[in-house]
């Protein structure tokens, strides 16, 4: 199957900072790619879609000036959280579609202090 | 609007026995229908999914799902469970309008647990 990767796996915080998580294509361009949030033993919730070379579609409830999104390739999409606070530790997955089905890269969790 | 519903949030069965984890989905149009396992701290794997094709889909890992329209219904089986089968697996639904690119719709999950 098509492999996504994310970077970093994980991250620590502090609180008011700002944080920034990769998601890459590794063997397929991806003109669009899902970031989903998971709490701890709960389902995994889409935030947005991103869209390469265009603004990215947020969920409802999603801020987008705090979730900022940039997909400046095919094979690279970011996810930025800005001024992070503790209610914002998660793990965030990120997923892309190389033709009929969505991979998943393996999440990044984030722990905000 | 498409929908999932998982029944069952806990599942426990002995090794060796059968696995049987529900997922029965909500669309308004043929739905396009797939099992994702979930490890510990880890994203998650693609077990098998449905795209209109045969209603009988098997995986990896020995794991199968049937589509039963008339029950709306994608339950996974897998005949005898392994110890590293223990997992959170989740159920998930698309519209499949653009082939892939469209929102997946996940259930709660089942977490899994294999009895020695």
Redesign the interface.
Known sequence: ?AV?S?HPSWVICKSGTSVKIECRSLDFQA??M?WYRQFP??????MA?SNEGSKATYEQGVEKDKFLINHASLTLSTLTVTSAHPEDSS?Y?C?A?P?????????T?LLVL | AQSVTQLGSHVSVSEGALVLLRCNYSSSVPPYLFWYVQYPNQGLQLLLKYTSAATLVKGINGFEAEFKKSETSFHLTKPSAHMSDAAEYFCAVSDGANFGNEKLTFGTGTRLTIIP
């Open positions: 199957g996504v994310q003109t669009t899902f033993k709960q389902s995994l919730m889409l879609t793990f997955i997923s579609n033709g009929g089905t969505q991979y998943f890269g393996p999440g969790r």
